[in-house]
T-cell receptor
Framework: AQKVTQAQTEISVVEKEDVTLDCVYE???????LFWYKQPPSGELVFLIR??????QNEISGRYSWNFQKSTSSFNFTITASQVVDSAVYFC????????????FGTGTRLTIIP | GAVVSQHPSRVICKSGTSVKIECRSL??????MFWYRQFPKQSLMLMAT?????????EQGVEKDKFLINHASLTLSTLTVTSAHPEDSSFYIC??????????????FGPGTRLLVL
């Protein structure tokens, strides 16, 4: 069975600070995908990143960066120089790579950026 | 990018009535659609997976007779909440997987439907 753990339920930081959201996953699959989604107050999920289990390279996209470490089954997400618009709930998710590729979501981290 | 729509975006109904939620892929064909339910301040829980032209596969604990799913075409899936009760009040989100040639593993989500049962 697949499982995604986001131990941080809520985080608050002052604007312009850096913040890291943790994600730890469990799977028996050798091939899988990892995702991060942002859910603003409107409710619509915004896709941020997808990572294949074979690709352990860290990725940077603007103020966002992701650290994938297979050895510790972690896929952490860092926002640098945070902005108020970053306030949202962030979900880490895991997908099997075969069949219907069902997504298993973590419980989410509610991030509040204080102006 | 690919777009998934849901209708209605918000619905209020009386207890005992049935509510139908539509999920459409607007510019791509989706062989597989997923339905999720999200209670306030909680995560998304997968309810069922539907493949076009076949019966939906429900997750453990989800009543298939209560949550009827129809995936009659490559662009439309419907979720009907039958005899809705207040405990069915939730945010329902659909997701579609592109057929074939799309980016494997990437799902497109609809904007969600907020259901309130009085």
């Amino acid at each position: 069975a697949q499982k995604v753990t986001q131990a941080q339920t809520e985080i608050s930081v002052v604007e312009k600070e850096d913040v890291t959201l943790d994600c730890v996953y469990e799977t028996r699959d050798t091939t899988y995908y990892l995702f991060w989604y942002k859910q603003p107050p409107s409710g619509e999920l915004v896709f941020l990143i997808r990572r294949n289990s074979f690709d352990e390279q860290n990725e940077i996209s603007g103020r966002y960066s992701w650290n994938f470490q297979k050895s510790t089954s972690s896929f952490n997400f860092t926002i640098t120089a945070s902005q108020v618009v970053d306030s949202a709930v962030y979900f880490c998710a895991l997908s099997e790579a075969v069949g219907n590729e069902k997504l298993t979501f973590g419980t989410g981290t509610r991030l509040t950026i204080i102006p | 990018g690919a777009v998934v729509s849901q209708h209605p975006s918000r619905v209020i109904c009386k207890s005992g009535t049935s509510v139908k939620i539509e999920c459409r892929s607007l510019d791509f064909q989706a062989t597989t659609m997923f339905w999720y339910r999200q209670f306030p301040k909680q995560s998304l829980m997968l309810m069922a997976t539907s493949n076009e032209g076949s019966k939906a596969t429900y997750e453990q604990g989800v009543e298939k007779d209560k949550f009827l799913i129809n995936h009659a075409s490559l662009t439309l899936s419907t979720l009907t909440v039958t005899s809705a009760h207040p405990e069915d009040s939730s945010f329902y989100i659909c997701s579609a997987r592109v057929f074939p040639g799309g980016r494997t593993g990437e799902k497109y989500f609809g904007p969600g439907t907020r259901l309130l049962v009085l």
